[in-house]
T-cell receptor
Framework: SAVISQKPSRDICQRGTSLTIQCQVD?????MFWYRQQPGQSLTLIAT?????????ESGFVIDKFPISRPNLTFSTLTVSNMSPEDSSIYLC????????????FGSGTQLSVL | DAKTTQPPSMDCAEGRAANLPCNHS???????VYWYRQIHSQGPQYIIH???NNETNEMASLIITEDRKSSTLILPHATLRDTAVYYC????????FGGGTRLMVKP
């Protein structure tokens, strides 16, 4: 199974600022996924990030608000831009794994609070 | 992904089997049934998946009905550490998480 490290694990930010979340995987993976989990809610997919190409965003999420980088096969960043209190959520990175890439492995998430 | 329906919450006594149901009546022929769980303050954890045959691994068993319209995740001997939100997902590829079932294992 893949080991995923996310940084920071939590942060408290001021309205209008930006936060970049890092996701490091211990093995090379083709696709990385970023999810958001709002308080008391289930997970929502933000975007899919492939190395060497622009991320693919789900409906309701845009690149200007959530720019993503994928410089290599083991690393990705998600930036939450111009934050507002509504962005307070847990942000999770995940990668495919298993014999046939049939499973998703998740990091422990970044708990973001925006004041 | 096909829509799934799960009870919002369930209780189970420690040491007993926990049987978590999931309805996926609109599942298509090539969509798999996945189960993940999320323990508080952690990322989701893969449990098991199957297409049409029953599956068992070290964590759980998955029973899929013959018509594939519903399934049951079985934790054979629930422990307090199994308290979590359990998500059933019917999907070909991308994982769309629904509301899940909050399982509370009680002493």
């Amino acid at each position: 199974s893949a080991v995923i490290s996310q940084k920071p694990s939590r942060d408290i930010c001021q309205r209008g600022t930006s936060l970049t979340i890092q996701c490091q995987v211990d093995s090379q993976v083709t696709m990385m996924f970023w999810y958001r989990q709002q308080p008391g809610q289930s997970l929502t997919l933000i975007a899919t990030a492939n190395q060497g190409s622009e991320a693919t965003y789900e409906s309701g999420f845009v690149i200007d608000k959530f720019p993503i980088s994928r410089p290599n096969l083991t690393f990705s960043t998600l930036t939450v831009s111009n934050m507002s209190p509504e962005d307070s959520s847990i942000y999770l990175c995940s990668v495919e794994g298993g014999q046939n890439n049939e499973k998703l492995f998740f990091g422990s998430g970044t708990q973001l609070s925006v004041l | 992904d096909a829509k799934t329906t799960q009870p919002p919450s369930m209780d189970c006594a420690e040491g007993r089997a926990a049987n978590l149901p999931c309805n996926h009546s609109t599942i298509s022929g090539n969509e798999y049934v996945y189960w993940y769980r999320q323990i508080h303050s952690q990322g989701p954890q893969y449990i098991i998946h199957g297409l049409k045959n029953n599956e068992t691994n070290e964590m759980a068993s998955l029973i899929i009905t013959e018509d594939r319209k519903s399934s049951t995740l079985i934790l054979p001997h629930a422990t307090l550490r199994d308290t979590a939100v359990y998500y059933c997902i019917a999907t070909l590829y991308m994982l769309t998480f629904g509301g899940g079932t909050r399982l509370m294992v009680k002493p």
